[in-house]
């Protein structure tokens, strides 16, 4: 198993997995950041799509700024949409609600102190995150 699937399970059990038999949206992380190059290169994606300020938010320690699911459409692609969603066994458009609803919140709980972590500690990220939920 691959470190981003040990962090996309570990944020799935935190957020209490699927919720009223749909799909965990935590789940959908580790498959974006495989298909991206990374965190770093999923980030950079949204730079180069024009919403810099979004991202600059959830990773910064202040409020997280909105995404649309037309924007993360836009910046992601429908052909990379299709394949996570297919993977999920849900439709793009679902995938798409969903990421623009919690991508932002996730983001900013794996870069706590406003920095993305290198590869490495990806995974100490999520332990981190893990452990914050369990303490709500």
């Known amino acids: ?14 957020t209490g997995g699927p919720q009223g038999g749909g799909f965990d949206v935590a789940s959908a992380l580790p498959l974006l950041l495989s298909q991206s190059g990374g965190l770093q290169g999923l980030l950079q994606k949204f730079q180069a799509g024009g919403l ?4 600059a938010s959830w990773v910064g320690t202040g409020q997280n700024l909105p995404v ?10 429908s052909r990379q949409l299709n394949e996570v969603a297919s993977k ?18 996730l983001i900013d709980q794996v870069t706590p102190n406003g920095q993305v972590p290198e590869a490495g500690n990806l995974l100490a990220q999520g332990t981190g995150l893990l452990k914050g939920f369990m303490k709500s």
């Open 88 to 105: 999920l066994g849900i439709d793009s458009q679902q995938l798409s609600s969903q990421l623009a609803q919690h991508l932002p919140g």
């Open 52 to 55: 810099g300020d979004a991202v």
């Open 1 to 14: 198993m691959s470190l981003l699937d040990e962090v996309g399970k570990m944020l799935g059990s935190a």
């Open 68 to 77: 649309s699911a037309e924007q993360l459409q836009s910046v992601l692609g």
